[in-house]
């Protein structure tokens, strides 16, 4: 089994900043990619940021230029530095990774979210 532990939300004024981390465990043979994506009362989960191998990276276009994702293959961690916080940042955000296992296969996981409130 694979578990995907995040750390480093909370409450932060607009314009400050927070850094989230995601480390996963267990049977891992290789991480296809990782990423981050949030989900805001009333509203659907939406992608915030991906990194797959090879270094390349996504964002939506609401977090261009404020949050940055980074990946320590040695630690099998993710982590996303948000800059700039801004009011409508307020969501729970949950870290996805795509795992390859012998035995299982290829595999979704998610962590058990970890909210970030950003006062105005």
């Known amino acids: 089994q694979v578990q995907l532990v995040e750390s480093g939300g909370g409450l932060v004024q607009a314009g400050g900043s927070l850094r989230l981390s995601c480390a996963a465990s267990?049977?891992?043979?290789?991480?296809?990619?990782m990423a981050w994506y949030r989900q805001a009362p009333g509203k659907l989960r939406e992608l915030v940021a991906a990194?797959?191998?090879?270094?390349?990276?996504d964002y939506i276009d609401s977090v261009k230029g404020r949050f940055t994702i980074s990946r320590d293959d040695a630690k099998n961690t993710v982590y996303l530095q948000m800059n700039s916080l801004k009011p409508e940042d307020t969501a729970v955000y949950y870290c996805?990774?795509?795992?390859?296992?012998?035995?299982?296969?290829?595999?979704?996981?998610w962590g058990q979210g970890t909210q970030v409130t950003v006062s105005s």
């Open positions: 996805n990774a795509v795992i390859l296992n012998p035995k299982l296969g290829e595999n979704d996981y």
């Open positions: 990194t797959r191998s090879g270094g390349n990276t």
């Open positions: 267990g049977s891992i043979f290789s991480i296809r990619s």
